[in-house]
């Protein structure tokens, strides 16, 4: 089970975290041909075995790199033929999750421990690193097909994406503390500083943003309450 949170958690950052716009744009123009691909199937083969941290692995670690790049080429290619469609970046992660599974099922691989393993709480540290970036990007892509502009108002770059990592990690924080007031507070409180952008805006910038906040908070709850009982 820990062998299989580490890969998760090498995946999520992989993915999300150490993966950039530009490297995204590049080999949705460039496919095969580009040298991000690679980059960011190396960094994939080089997190597992830092997180790991067992070179024995480095079996696991290629079978997981070369099927992460097989299955995002064939996403590449498939996404540029249907551009508009979500569904090649779901069923996307869920191929990247099965494999996970496949090698920790199917392997027999003995992971070497330090001393400060029992120290970091991996099942804790991945439900953290899953709700800041990758929940995030979830969102984006379930309200891709609803995408309003909040027309004439200037707003700090990337502001928006913050806040939502932020309600999160606070909310799954107040949930591992049981404090479950806190997170009306915090819906609360966000409702208030909305309150004059919602008074002005159309009825689909509205639902929009209800459609986003809510789940925000859903994945937040559902993260939290999983963590809690895995803990």
């Avoid at 209800?210 to 709850?221: E, K, P």
Wanted: with cysteine; charged share 15%; glycine share 6%.
């Amino acid at each position: 089970m820990i062998l299989f949170i580490k890969l998760l958690l090498a995946h999520l950052l992989g993915d999300f975290v150490f993966q950039f716009t530009p490297w995204i744009a590049d080999k949705q123009k460039r496919k095969i041909k580009s040298p991000y691909l690679y980059l960011h199937i190396g960094i994939h083969f080089l997190l597992i075995l830092l997180i790991t941290w067992d070179l024995g692995l480095w079996r696991i670690a290629a079978i997981i790199a070369v099927s992460h790049y097989i299955i995002d080429l064939g996403k590449l290619y498939i996404s540029s033929k249907r551009p508009s469609r979500q569904w090649p970046f779901f069923v996307d992660q869920l191929l990247h999750i099965l494999v996970l599974m496949s090698v920790v099922f199917f392997g027999r691989a003995n992971e070497l421990f330090l001393s400060f393993q029992h120290i970091i709480n991996w099942k804790l540290l991945t439900a953290y690193v899953f709700l800041s970036l990758p929940a995030g990007i979830i969102i984006d892509k379930c309200l891709a097909n609803w995408s309003v502009e909040e027309a004439g108002k200037a707003s700090l770059p990337q502001a928006g994406k913050l806040i939502g990592i932020l309600e999160r990690l606070l909310v799954l924080t107040f949930i591992l503390l049981n404090h479950w007031e806190a997170i009306g507070f915090l819906i609360t409180a966000k409702s208030v500083f909305r309150f004059n952008d919602l008074k002005i805006a159309d009825r689909k910038l509205t639902e929009y943003i209800l459609i986003g906040t809510l789940l925000s908070f859903g994945i937040a709850i559902f993260t939290g309450v999983l963590a809690k009982f895995i803990l």
